[in-house]
T-cell receptor, first 114, second 115 residues
Framework: AQSVTQLDSQVPVFEEAPVELRCNYSSSVSVYLFWYVQYPNQGLQLLLKYLSGSTLVKGINGFEAEFNKSQTSFHLRKPSVHISDTAEYFC????????????FGAGTRLAVHP | ETGVTQSPTHLIKTRGQQVTLRCSSQ?????VSWYQQALGQGPQFIFQ???????GRGNFPPRFSGLQFPNYSSELNVNALELDDSALYLC??????????????FGQGTRLTVV
């Protein structure tokens, strides 16, 4: 069965600093990978997704992620964060045999400080 | 603004009661998925409805059931509520069953507290 591990439950960072949120997945089959953001009292919003092709994926709000098949990782990065990036970030996979559901990690709380 | 609305936003129920949560999808979206997000955890897949039929189910007991209507609205029903059912319930609407083919738009969720 597929699973997703987000290695950090909380990541504090200062404004304008770079950030990396780590995600590893376990799967013996091909998967599709996603990053979602959840702002307080809101639903989930898609940041980016990897389906195939280039391993570097660019998303909204200046975020990007790199798919590494050998390390089964899909880490999210942003070169310079803003206060408004403070939110919960979720990594998710859709297994190729279970295309109709998302399996989420436990989330990483990004706290951006002035 | 995702165009997906859920009601109510908050709800308190007593153990053993039944609850109905509602979701209004984006117009034209024939697929709705429901997720349970317990405090401090990621969302867990409950089930998906496609063209008014259940199209996949996660590891949830039969007391979790759903309905999808032709007017792009849907319901999640939970019978015999347990304390562990306390969570944020999210619905997501999409144009396609497969998440790699389309984007799922999530509502803001219904916070259910069982006491």
């Amino acid at each position: 069965a597929q699973s997703v591990t987000q290695l950090d439950s909380q990541v504090p960072v200062f404004e304008e600093a770079p950030v990396e949120l780590r995600c590893n997945y376990s799967s013996s089959v091909s998967v599709y990978l996603f990053w979602y953001v959840q702002y307080p009292n809101q639903g989930l919003q898609l940041l980016l997704k990897y389906l195939s092709g280039s391993t570097l994926v660019k998303g909204i709000n200046g975020f990007e992620a790199e798919f590494n098949k050998s390390q089964t990782s899909f880490h999210l990065r942003k070169p310079s964060v803003h206060i408004s990036d403070t939110a919960e970030y979720f990594c998710a996979v859709t297994p190729s045999g279970g295309y109709n559901k998302l399996i989420f990690g436990a989330g990483t709380r990004l706290a951006v400080h002035p | 603004e995702t165009g997906v609305t859920q009601s109510p936003t908050h709800l308190i129920k007593t153990r053993g009661q039944q609850v109905t949560l509602r979701c209004s999808s984006q117009s034209g979206h024939n697929t709705v998925s429901w997720y349970q997000q317990a405090l401090g955890q990621g969302p867990q897949f409950i089930f998906q409805y496609y063209r008014e039929e259940e199209n996949g189910r996660g590891n949830f007991p039969p007391r979790f059931s759903g309905l999808q209507f032709p007017n792009y609205s849907s319901e999640l029903n939970v019978n015999a509520l347990e304390l562990d059912d306390s969570a944020l319930y999210l619905c997501a609407s999409s144009l396609d069953q497969a998440f790699m083919n389309t984007e799922a738009f999530f509502g803001q969720g219904t916070r259910l507290t069982v006491v």
